[in-house]
């Protein structure tokens, strides 16, 4: 019977199960959002086989090109002098459909069961990306077609990244959320690697399957996010943590450490605590407005923060398989090998960013330092970073942590902290929308970035890196005012125990 188990062993059977299932939607979600950039990635290292230099490469028997013909094998619209601004183009379609739908995207993630949501965006996800690779094998060589499948593709996207950390939001509490997000946001670089390898496997020959086979992975991923997500701890009778609690404890004690806590995290939430707690669901919030979730403490500044480091992230992502191979001469699928280093790099630098702002707890300072750190090893990267094959690999991976970091941190553990402030009462439903406008304002970052290096780079690339260096130290200088109240908490703690131990 129940009744005769003592209270240690209901705990930890509790703990036991409640944690199995916390480890389930992690692994799950962190597969979903790897198939997402999975499927975004192929279009950078494919970029080098749509225009390539014909004169390097043997003619096969059977061209019907004339002899005089210098772009034989290029892929038209991409034969061209502007194939550059094209490539831009292609890139911008999705950018600019992904930034205006993460605005819209966050309403309906609060609005819509997540398991229907998440699956029907990664269906079509993988249909899109699946239509662009369709292009080579019908032969089609429309830039419209190609720019309507980005379109489509950038729009459906928006489904992945509000759901996903909704989803981890109501499973976790904020105890060593920056270390566990830091570790769980490792699929986006997971996502760039798979990407960049298997579109690397057909790109010199049938470039279409590096599109073609990642849709289909990403659809099949669709149809295991609805049989197997569960959204809410309630529903399979599970210990939801605090932040989804009724307000009757919302003046409870707090320990020093407690009152060190940032101007913009939510003091009440643990992880630790969690187990204590009701297992009752509480009678469902209303969802907050886009207004109602601008005036949160910190979204505006992160928000634009991220904006900028987003532009960084997303110019590498997008044009860094290319600058390799246009500046060290690699072979195409050289360079989409080599690039992937910008993403291991960015796996230790999100984990490190959780970790330090954990420790620390200052989310903004950990980014402002980052930050400051990345702006030298970019210069360094353009003007070091190919003389020599060791010298590649490493710069690749500093400059990895030291961009990837702070956005990691920002579209994760932050976005978790503001979705869920104290000031919402407990009102776990503003974790969409609130996740929605920093990583919807971050894509309009997303989408200037390879645009303007599409437009620069013919000037040359070291314009290019200048150009991210500037958006670099934009971003760290947005958040200063924040970093001033860390600075400002942190010596407010130190005081209180100095007092402690006084007395």
Known sequence: MRSSLAPGVWFLRAFS????????????????YTCYHMSRKPISVVKSRLHQNCSELIKPVNDSHSLNDTTWCDWAPFDKNNYKELLGAVDNAFLVAYAIGMFISGIFGERLPLRYYLSAGML?????TSLFGLGYFWNIHMLWYFVLIQICNGLVQTTGWPSVVTCVGNWFGKGKRGLIMGIWNSH???GNILGSLIAGVWVNEQWGLSFVVPGIITAAMGVITFLFLIEYPEDVDCTPPQHHMNDGLEENQHSPEDLASGPYTNK???LETAAGCSKEPSAQPAAISFLGALRIPGVVEFSLCLLFAKLVSYTFLYWLPLYIFNVAHFSAKQAGDLSTLFDVGGIIGGIMAGLISDYTNGRATTCCVMLILAAPMMFLYNFIGQNGIINSIVMLIICGALVNGPYALITTAVSADLGTHQSLKGNAKALSTVT?????????????????AGLISPTGWNNVFYMLISADILACLLLCRLVYKEILAWKSSLGRDRGYKEI
């Open 124 to 128: 079509l996800s993988g249909l899109f």
């Open 436 to 452: 929605a406008i920093i990583d919807g304002t971050g894509s309009i970052g997303a989408a200037l970035g390879p645009l303007l």
């Open 268 to 270: 009440e939430s643990s």
């Open 17 to 32: 199960r409640d944690s199995w299932f916390r480890g389930f939607i992690l692994l799950l979600t962190f597969f979903i």
């Open 188 to 190: 986006t670089s997971v």
